[in-house]
């Protein structure tokens, strides 16, 4: 698990394993949502009108079940979140420190726009193919 070591804590975890375990119908839909995407792609072999929707979607669902897993916030451990604040707070970097206390929203973004960007480039291909 992504995390990293710190002397006196220890391996702190960036993930809260608890939260991520606790929303596991989530994430078992978001990666069957990806799955399916995928076999539509290999069955069709092509970019056809039904992968277009199909991956609509499956991006649509998989975006939801993101809110689902990253907005609440839980999913960043705490103690990750309060060890780097003391950390940057002893090397006069608590002005950023804030960054940590919304990591989960960065990763929310970051998810939300690789699923923009997969739609994107699956519907202009759909669109080219068509011609």
Do not use: C
Not at 25 to 44: F, N, Y
Request: glycine residues 8%.
């Amino acid at each position: 698990m992504a995390g990293f070591y710190w002397e006196g804590a220890g391996w702190v975890r960036l993930f809260d394993t608890q939260v991520i375990r606790a929303a596991w119908a989530s994430v078992l839909l978001w990666a069957v949502m990806g799955v399916t995407k995928e076999i539509v792609k290999l069955i069709d072999a092509a970019y056809t009108r039904r992968v277009g929707l199909v991956t609509v979607i499956a991006d649509l669902v998989a975006a939801a079940t993101a809110f689902v897993v990253f907005l609440p916030g839980k999913v960043i451990n705490p103690v990750f979140v309060s060890t780097v604040e003391r950390l940057l707070a002893d090397n006069s970097g608590g002005d950023i420190a804030w960054i940590f206390r919304y990591f989960h929203l960065f990763f929310l973004g970051v998810v939300l726009f690789a699923l923009a960007l997969d739609t994107g480039t699956t519907l202009v291909k759909v669109y080219r193919g068509e011609k």
